[in-house]
C-alpha cells in the first residue's frame, strides 16, 4: 500500500516549457487535489476532483490544467511554465471531501528559471 | 482568499510544555481539520472534529472548536523535541467541496 506517490520530486524548467505533475493513489479515495506551498502563504488550493470525470478549480487555478479519467491519477498539467509558478507541489487524496483526513504525496519541488 | 489563518505565525516553548496554537475561519463549515508538516516533508492528519463537536483528543493532543466565534484552537500537551514542526488548520466549507488550509504555525520545542 504506497498511498500518495508524487513523481518526479524534483524538477527544473525553463520559462515557457509545458511538464506534466503525476499523483497516483492507491487507497480508492475518491478526492483528490493539488495544492502548491510557498513560503509564508501556507497550502493554496489549485485543482481538485470529487471522482472520476469529475474536476473543479481551486483558490489558484491560472496556468494549470488537470483531468481525472481514473479514480487512481489525478495529474496536473502546467501549460507554459512561469517563475511565479515556482513552489512545491503537493497532491493529497481522501475517501471523500467531507469528514475525512487527507494523505499527502511526499510533494514536487519545481523551479522555473 | 483563505479561510483559515493560524495564530500565532510562530511559537517557541521549553520542551515539557504545553503548545496551543489557534485558527481562525470565515464561513461555516462541515469539518476543520489540523495537519503537522516536518521541515521538507508532506503533510500529515492530526485530527478532524466535526462543526457539532466542541472537544476532541487524540493522544497528547486537543482540539476545541467554537463555531460561533468561527474558531478552533490545537493544543499540544507534555511537549517533546519531536513535536517540532508547522501546523495548518483546514476547513471544508458547507457550499462547497473545497478543503483549504490556513498558512500555519511554525512550532519550535527549544530543550
Known amino acids: 500500500n504506497a498511498g500518495v506517490t508524487q513523481t518526479p520530486k524534483f524538477q527544473v524548467l525553463k520559462t515557457g516549457q509545458s511538464m506534466t505533475l503525476q499523483c497516483a493513489q492507491d487507497?480508492?479515495?475518491?478526492?483528490m487535489s493539488w495544492y502548491r506551498q510557498d513560503p509564508g502563504m501556507g497550502l493554496r488550493l489549485i485543482h481538485y476532483?470529487?471522482?472520476?470525470?469529475?474536476?473543479d478549480q481551486g483558490e489558484v487555478p491560472n496556468g494549470y490544467n488537470v483531468s481525472r479519467s481514473t479514480t487512481e491519477d489525478f495529474p496536473l498539467r502546467l501549460l507554459s511554465a512561469a517563475p511565479s509558478q515556482t513552489s512545491v507541489y503537493f497532491c493529497?487524496?481522501?475517501?471523500?471531501?467531507?469528514?475525512?483526513?487527507?494523505?499527502f504525496g511526499s510533494g514536487t519541488r519545481l523551479t522555473v528559471v | 482568499s483563505q479561510q483559515g489563518e493560524e495564530d500565532p505565525q510562530a511559537l517557541s516553548i521549553q520542551e515539557g510544555e504545553n503548545a496551543t496554537m489557534n485558527c481562525s475561519y470565515k464561513t461555516s463549515i462541515n469539518n476543520l481539520q489540523w495537519y503537522r508538516q516536518n521541515s521538507g516533508r508532506g503533510l500529515v492528519h492530526l485530527i478532524l472534529?466535526?462543526?457539532?463537536?466542541r472537544e476532541k483528543h487524540s493522544g497528547r493532543l486537543r482540539v476545541t472548536l467554537d463555531t460561533s466565534k468561527k474558531s478552533s484552537s490545537l493544543l499540544i500537551t507534555a511537549s517533546r523535541a519531536a513535536d517540532t514542526a508547522s501546523y495548518f488548520c483546514?476547513?471544508?466549507?458547507?457550499?462547497?467541496?473545497?478543503?483549504?488550509f490556513g498558512k500555519g504555525t511554525r512550532l519550535h520545542i527549544l530543550p
Open positions: 493529497a487524496s481522501s475517501l471523500e471531501s467531507d469528514g475525512y483526513g487527507y494523505t
Open positions: 476532483s470529487v471522482g472520476a470525470g469529475i474536476t
Open positions: 472534529i466535526r462543526s457539532n463537536e
Open positions: 487507497m480508492n479515495h475518491e478526492y
Open positions: 483546514a476547513t471544508d466549507s458547507n457550499r462547497d467541496d473545497k478543503i483549504i
